[in-house]
T-cell receptor, first 112, second 114 residues
Framework: GDSVTQMEGPVTLSEEAFLTINCTYTATGYPSLFWYVQYPGEGLQLLLKATKADDKGSNKGFEATYRKETTSFHLEKGSVQVSDSAVYFCALIEGGSYIPTFGRGTSLIVHP | EAGVTQFPSHSVIEKGQTVTLRCDPISGHDNLYWYRRVMGKEIKFLLHFVKESKQDESGMPNNRFLAERTGGTYSTLKVQPAELEDSGVYFC????????????FGPGTRLTVT
């Protein structure tokens, strides 16, 4: 079945550091890929998405590129802020479905 | 516009007891979903309502879990009797369109079974 693997956290960074959170996936078809973010006390929010190979999703300074050859969708940000502290979930949705398959989540802690 | 709300935010119960979680979707959203995240693991789909009907309940773990959505508005998820492995965070989400990945999630209910 489909699965998503994320790097384990927590990831602890200083403000303005570069962020990478690795995500790889296994899917039978050609899924769409997503990153969700959960800020403390809030629900998951869709952060960005990519629907086909080589697409780059971007939002709020975060980027991720759909790499079919390496089955990856790594999340990056050039300069993190304290307000980026949250749990980040990588997910995929197979064509014809609308239910995400999530990874385990990666906690990001950014210190001033 | 109010988002998806869930009640309670936390619940601690003993094994064998009953707990009922509630979810209020965004007004006008016919689709309501329940998910669960067991500590440190993936968020897993439990079921999907369209209005008051269960569209897909393939993720419900066993018959100790009962979900209802009478009247097609809010939904409840009852666990009876609760077991230790039921501990986790239960998320609710809603969407306007059935076949959309644009689901709006609530903050979750953290359930601890001791």
């Amino acid at each position: 079945g489909d699965s998503v693997t994320q790097m384990e956290g927590p990831v602890t960074l200083s403000e303005e550091a570069f962020l990478t959170i690795n995500c790889t996936y296994t899917a039978t078809g050609y899924p769409s890929l997503f990153w969700y973010v959960q800020y403390p006390g809030e629900g998951l929010q869709l952060l960005l998405k990519a629907t086909k190979a080589d697409d780059k999703g971007s939002n709020k300074g975060f980027e991720a590129t759909y790499r079919k050859e390496t089955t990856s969708f790594h999340l990056e940000k050039g300069s993190v802020q304290v307000s980026d502290s949250a749990v980040y979930f990588c997910a995929l949705i197979e064509g014809g479905s609308y239910i995400p398959t999530f990874g385990r989540g990666t906690s990001l802690i950014v210190h001033p | 516009e109010a988002g998806v709300t869930q009640f309670p935010s936390h619940s601690v119960i003993e094994k064998g007891q009953t707990v009922t979680l509630r979810c209020d979707p965004i007004s006008g959203h016919d689709n309501l979903y329940w998910y669960r995240r067991v500590m440190g693991k993936e968020i897993k789909f439990l079921l999907h309502f369209v209005k008051e009907s269960k569209q897909d309940e393939s993720g419900m773990p066993n018959n100790r879990f009962l979900a209802e959505r009478t009247g097609g508005t809010y939904s409840t998820l009852k666990v009876q009797p609760a077991e230790l492995e039921d501990s986790g965070v239960y998320f609710c989400a809603s969407s306007q369109v059935s076949s959309s990945y644009e689901q709006y999630f609530g903050p979750g209910t953290r359930l601890t079974v001791t």
